[in-house]
């Protein structure tokens, strides 16, 4: 089924600005509220609206498709996409015609629309699914190698796995949550520099990683594995993923099993996901793979997506301070590569499992995804524009993150995560 919703020189008969995240061409998914109809349902941002598909389907606008009034009315996307990946793309591309100026059809009916749109500072956005699974990988060969460098040898910075396969371990999936949910400071352990013994309280490094996540369709049952050439099939869509990060406690715990306390305290993810056939038009080739990955590793076609990442910090009663300019292109492993190393041994996904990408790092300082890099550990801080430095982030601090493709003159965006890091009391 062809991606129609992309076409490029589709209007809306809605306003849209011509830097919003949310054009025609995009129609990403969510989970939302008003004061009005507090009932949980699902929505499409448009421009600086909600489409309600809840009253799009009582109107009779969508009732010819698969979707029943209950996958539409829920309190998470997870019902919806049940469906799986050509259901939802016919969905995205029916909305596309209706809201296309070309289509005299809404216009035509002003009652309907005063129903169907609805405003978004109206709108109170929810968790968009029910993460039953989360895993974390770690594909960034930039990162991994100035984190290699940093802790263990710089000629030897990788580890020898590293290079042949998507190293990854399961996260927390309970702990993660929506933008704008404060974050507290963690306790645990620690063993500081030149210590004999560990300590207890609040992590003194307490660092953002700058990540996309995807979402997946239900796989295949337990036993079966998915390719790479069948990947995208399985992947609903995207988001921007803040995988908290407490570097003192996970300096002292990782080995050898890996992050535990560190990480499983919380995740920030953004509330609109951004279905992977919106992002076809942003499509680029990733970086060279050497050595080449085994067999089952192989792909065809260009995997990586131009994605411009950007981080903020923002003091207690301050203004923004950039801190990184990233894109998702740099990554090493791809999506279809994760998910089909995810998959090989067997290991069966399902709708709503989430597959986040590791700390995205670019060539440059400017592109580093952590303060960890940023910094360096602390040995270099940071400039914010009030005047104060940051090693890593301090309580009051909110840690926001966007993210847009843009080719063109579309833009295709993420909006953005954003969290407010509160004391450990």
């Known amino acids: 089924m062809k991606i ?18 949310f054009p025609i061409q995009n129609l990403p998914f969510g989970i939302f509220s008003t004061l009005k109809n507090p009932t949980k ?16 389907y009582n109107l009779e606008y969508i009732d010819e498709l698969v979707f029943t009034i209950d996958d539409l009315q829920a309190p998470y996307l997870n019902t919806m996409m049940k469906h799986g990946k050509l259901e939802v793309r016919n969905l995205r591309n029916r909305i596309a015609n209706l809201f296309d100026v070309s289509n005299p059809t809404l216009p035509a009916h002003q009652e309907h629309l005063e129903r169907i749109l609805v405003k978004k500072e109206q709108a109170q956005l929810h968790m968009p699914v029910q993460v039953g699974d989360y895993t974390d990988f770690y594909s960034s ?5 100035n984190v290699g460098a940093m802790f263990r040898d710089p000629d030897n910075a990788l580890l020898p796995n590293w290079l042949h396969l998507p190293v990854g371990y399961h996260g927390r999936a309970s702990s993660i949550v929506l933008s704008g949910t404060p974050v507290k400071r963690p306790l645990g352990q620690q063993k500081p520099k030149d210590a ?9 490094m307490l660092d953002f990683e700058l990540e996309m996540a995807f979402i997946t369709f239900d796989g295949k049952p ?3 594995r998915i390719s790479t050439a069948e990947a995208e099939d399985y992947i ?14 996970q300096t002292w715990e990782y080995v050898p099993l890996g992050p535990f306390l560190a990480k499983n305290f919380a995740s920030s993810i953004s509330p609109w996901i951004v279905t992977l056939d919106a992002l076809e038009p942003f499509r680029v080739e990733g970086p060279v793979q050497d050595p080449e990955p085994l067999p089952y590793l192989h792909f065809e076609g260009n995997r990586n997506i131009d994605l411009n990442l950007n981080v903020y910090i923002q003091p207690k009663d301050g203004e923004e301070s950039q801190v990184s300019e990233s894109n998702f292109k740099y990554m090493y492993w791809n999506m279809s590569q994760q998910l089909a190393h995810h998959t090989v041994n067997g290991c069966n996904i399902k709708a709503g499992d989430m597959m986040a990408s590791g700390t995205i790092s670019g060539p440059d300082k400017g592109s580093y995804g952590s303060m960890l890099e940023i910094t ?5 801080p940071v400039q914010l524009a009030d005047g104060t430095e940051r090693k890593f982030i301090e309580d009051g601090d909110t ?7 843009e080719k063109d003159g579309i833009r295709v965006g993420f909006g953005e995560v954003k969290g407010k890091l509160l004391s450990a009391d």
């Not at 941002?45 to 598909?53: C, Q, R, T």
């Not at 300590?199 to 003194?204: A, L, R, T």
């Open 4 to 21: 129609t919703a992309n076409d490029p020189s589709r209007k809306s008969f809605v306003q849209i600005s011509a830097d919003s995240d």
């Open 41 to 56: 349902r699902i929505g499409v941002a448009l421009g600086d609206f909600v489409i309600d598909l809840v009253e799009l």
């Open 141 to 145: 060969r930039e990162h991994a190698t």
């Open 196 to 204: 004999t013994e560990p300590v207890f309280g609040p992590s003194q």
């Open 222 to 224: 337990l036993g079966e």
């Open 236 to 249: 609903f869509g995207m988001c921007l993923f803040n995988d908290w990060s407490a570097r003192d406690i």
């Open 376 to 380: 360096w550990r602390g040995a270099n």
């Open 399 to 405: 840690v926001i993150m966007r993210g847009h493709c």
